[in-house]
């Protein structure tokens, strides 16, 4: 039986691959692990953009947007840099969140701290 955090984080995914699909993304990849550098949650293009996007969702007072941290957006920073060098690719790329609050999706796009 799984842990009851990765089932809520699996089906927060979910929701934000439907969310995301419905807006005109094609999905690439989900849960893409790029070895002792991190993951990357989703991994979508939109017309010629790449977008490495970060899934946070949280159930208590606590808005998950503020689990959107520097360290964790420099691993997805790094690790979408490893993906597009093992793919060979060199194309515009966003690196992104999307917050997830019970059933409301909140895309937050280009994110810098």
Same mark, same amino acid.
């Given at each position: 039986?799984?842990?009851?955090?990765?089932?809520?984080?699996? /089906?927060? /995914? +979910?929701?934000? +691959?439907?969310?995301? /699909?419905?807006?005109?993304?094609?999905?690439?990849?989900?849960?893409?692990?790029? !070895?002792?550098?991190?993951?990357? $949650?989703?991994?979508?293009?939109?017309?010629?953009?790449?977008?490495?996007?970060?899934?946070?969702?949280?159930?208590?007072?606590? $808005?998950?947007?503020?689990?959107? +941290?520097?360290?964790?957006?420099?691993?997805?920073?790094?690790?979408?840099?490893?993906?597009?060098?093992?793919?060979?690719? $060199?194309?515009?790329?966003?690196?992104?969140?999307?917050?997830? !609050?019970? $059933?409301?999706? /909140?895309?937050?796009?280009?994110? +810098?701290?």
């Amino acid at each position: 039986m799984r842990e009851l955090p990765k089932l809520f984080g699996d /089906e927060s /995914e +979910t929701l934000a +691959t439907q969310f995301l /699909e419905q807006e005109g993304f094609v999905i690439l990849e989900r849960n893409y692990f790029a !070895r002792k550098l991190g993951e990357i $949650d989703i991994i979508a293009q939109k017309d010629d953009v790449l977008h490495f996007i970060e899934v946070k969702s949280g159930k208590a007072d606590f $808005d998950p947007v503020y689990n959107v +941290t520097p360290a964790k957006l420099r691993k997805v920073i790094n690790s979408a840099h490893y993906y597009m060098k093992s793919k060979k690719l $060199d194309v515009a790329f966003s690196v992104d969140a999307l917050i997830v !609050r019970g $059933d409301e999706v /909140e895309f937050i796009e280009s994110v +810098t701290l």
